[in-house]
């Protein structure tokens, strides 16, 4: 993402109000001009009214008065790839989250990263040292600054969580049906066979003799024979491999033994990883372990004690309480994460697509962005090819219309970070495509987000400009935006056509990073909006991603200032791009 060279946009605010006493009427006026067609709701600050205007126009594509570097919008140079391949085509609407380990760390396997499509660098910090996350998070930063990339970074905090610290191996480790097995948080020197090390003092509160110990979920199985103070003794159940920092659950009566209860979301070593995110100018915070919306408000008010409220902050639904606060949990953040690793360590797996179904379509109706998570494409951590059976629940994923997909282990660890990339690339492309054939953009109506007048005005504008841009089945839909609220309520709507989001803030086009179908474009915006439009229009056709006689639907939530009336304005244009 170019760095902006200056913001000719004045910070004016523009909220709308209703609670101000201003009277609000609407006026459709057809007709006027020719060549543009023009919807706007326009606000006084003095003689209050609503107006909306239907005019006509075609945009030539004359030159700009400006030099070409100072008309340059920061558009990415992956999406201008995927453009200049198939065109607005193929322009994927899915975003890729991938996580960042040894696998894929150095700054050339991050640019063939950035290259392949990846929208978000996740750094987990469970693992690693914060020396090599820095470097990490430095090296995406570059890559944005220097050559032309828009990759946001996010972070996902540890949480304090039950799980193995040493089992006796430096990788991991066979436990046979049938062996002795010590779970302990004493520390011993060296290795001692069949001992595993806790991370939590106080692991095994609460467990008695014939619970079951799991392992990452199902890995492995234990049964708990005998309590040595604080120690158990297990016997393997169920063989398998005992991976390094695996999770441990305990179950009595095939129900999940919930002894996390007690243990904060955020622990104090998660306190230091945030403000080292803070400190490197992360766009987003990934909560592990959410339990309630307190979570999440708790870290939203740290952040703002740290003039850092243009962070965006993830709850990971990880765990049972998380299912419970869905809804709050949904409200309180910017965007939500389906962990489906931890959370299959604490529901039975069967129930997790249902789950997913159903927070997807919380995100949906809320307006937040959803990422589906872990093991998308697992046995690509070792094999060249997924499954097919992995190839489906991508499908799947795209077709419940996610915003976004992320890598795990795929591309931390595994050997193949890039391929797996091009796989979610590829299968999202063709689902896409397929949805849009079939017509299953035409989801089921959205309930209103608000009753507040001012939001539900940007709210209906985005509304009609999805249904006007797919009747009229528009190129694309342009949208000038400050914070990002309207390009997230037209993504929402899960249009047709792309969703170019225009803004004169760097962090807001970092935060849409992860809103389906939108394509954040940082650059200098003017006063006058009549000229942005033209600017814009003239920016994408040079690029070649709209052309000669393409119509675009543009929609603003800035304020526009007429001389005439001294209005603010919020619009929807059709434009033609002109000769
Ligand atoms: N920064 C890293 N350094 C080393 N290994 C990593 C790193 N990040 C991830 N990994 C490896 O990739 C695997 C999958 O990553 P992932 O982020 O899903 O972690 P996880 O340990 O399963 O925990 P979480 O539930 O937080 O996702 C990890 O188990 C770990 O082995
Ligand atoms: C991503 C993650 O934290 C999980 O799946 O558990
Ligand atoms: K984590
Ligand atoms: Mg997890």
């Known amino acids: 993402m170019a760095a902006l060279t200056g913001c000719h946009f004045p910070r004016r605010q523009i909220s709308p109000g209703n609670s101000n006493g201003r009277s609000l009427t609407t006026v459709v006026r057809p007709g006027v001009g020719h060549g543009r067609s023009v919807v706007s709701v326009r606000r006084r600050p003095v003689r209050s009214s609503l107006q909306l205007d239907v005019e006509k126009s075609t945009v030539p594509l004359a030159p700009s008065d400006r030099s070409p570097s100072e008309e340059r919008f920061g558009f990415d140079a992956a999406s201008e790839a995927e453009l200049k391949g198939k065109g607005l085509t193929g322009l994927r609407r899915t975003k890729l989250v991938c996580t960042i380990g040894p696998a894929c760390c150095s700054p050339e396997q991050l640019e063939r990263l950035a290259a392949g499509g990846m929208n978000v660098a996740r750094l987990n910090m469970c693992h690693n040292s914060r020396e090599w996350h820095r470097s990490v998070i430095r090296a995406v930063k570059k890559l944005n600054r220097e050559k032309r990339f828009c990759v946001s970074v996010m972070i996902d905090t540890e949480g304090s969580q039950v799980h193995m610290v040493d089992h006796g191996a430096a990788s991991s480790i066979k436990a046979e049906e049938g062996s002795m097995w010590l779970f302990t948080t004493q520390n011993f020197e060296g290795t001692r066979p069949f001992t595993v090390k806790a991370n939590h003092e106080g692991f095994s509160e609460g467990i008695m003799v014939g619970d079951e110990l799991v392992v990452e979920g199902g890995m492995a199985s234990f049964e708990v024979v005998e309590r040595i103070e604080d120690d158990l003794r297990c ?254 309520l037209l993504s929402r709507n899960r249009p047709g056509p792309p969703i170019f989001a225009f803004t004169d803030d760097a962090n807001t086009g970092m935060g849409l990073n992860l809103h389906w179908g939108v394509t954040p474009i940082v650059g200098n915006l003017f006063e006058d909006m009549e000229r942005n439009v033209k600017e814009s229009i003239r920016f994408m056709a040079a690029i070649a991603a709209v052309k000669l006689g393409d119509v675009v639907l543009v929609v603003s939530d800035l304020s526009s200032v007429s001389p005439a009336t001294s209005a603010f304005t919020q619009s929807i244009q059709v434009r033609t791009v002109g000769q």
């Open 235 to 488: 016997r393997c159940t169920d063989s398998g491999l005992l991976l390094p920092h695996a999770k441990l659950s305990f179950w009595r009566a095939g129900k999940l033994v919930d002894r996390s209860v007690g243990l904060p979301t955020l622990s104090s070593k998660d306190w230091v990883d945030i403000d080292f995110g803070i400190s490197e100018g992360v766009d987003f915070i990934a909560v592990s372990y959410a339990k309630n919306s307190e979570d999440i408000k708790a870290l939203k008010t740290h952040l703002s004690t740290r003039s850092a409220e243009s962070i965006r902050v993830l709850a990971k639904i990880e765990r049972l309480e998380s299912l419970e606060n869905l809804e709050e949990i949904v409200e309180a953040s910017d965007g939500i994460m389906v962990a489906r690793g931890d959370l299959g360590v604490q529901i039975p797996l069967d129930q997790i697509p249902a789950i997913q179904k159903q927070v997807t379509s919380i995100c949906r109706q809320l307006n937040k962005p959803v990422i589906i998570a872990s093991q998308l494409l697992e046995s690509m951590i070792e094999y060249p090819t997924p499954t097919r059976a992995e190839v489906a629940d991508v499908s799947e994923a795209v077709r419940q219309q996610a915003d976004a997909l992320m890598l795990s282990g795929e591309s931390a660890v595994g050997l193949y970070a890039e391929k797996a990339l091009s796989v979610l690339s590829t299968a999202s492309l063709c689902i896409e495509a397929w949805a849009r054939e079939d017509g299953l953009r035409n989801l089921p109506p959205l309930p209103r987000l608000t009753s507040y007048l001012s939001d539900s005005i940007a709210e209906e504008i985005c509304n009609s400009a999805v249904e006007m841009g797919n009747n009229l089945g528009v190129a694309a839909i342009f949208v000038f935006t400050k914070h990002g609220h309207m390009a997230a």
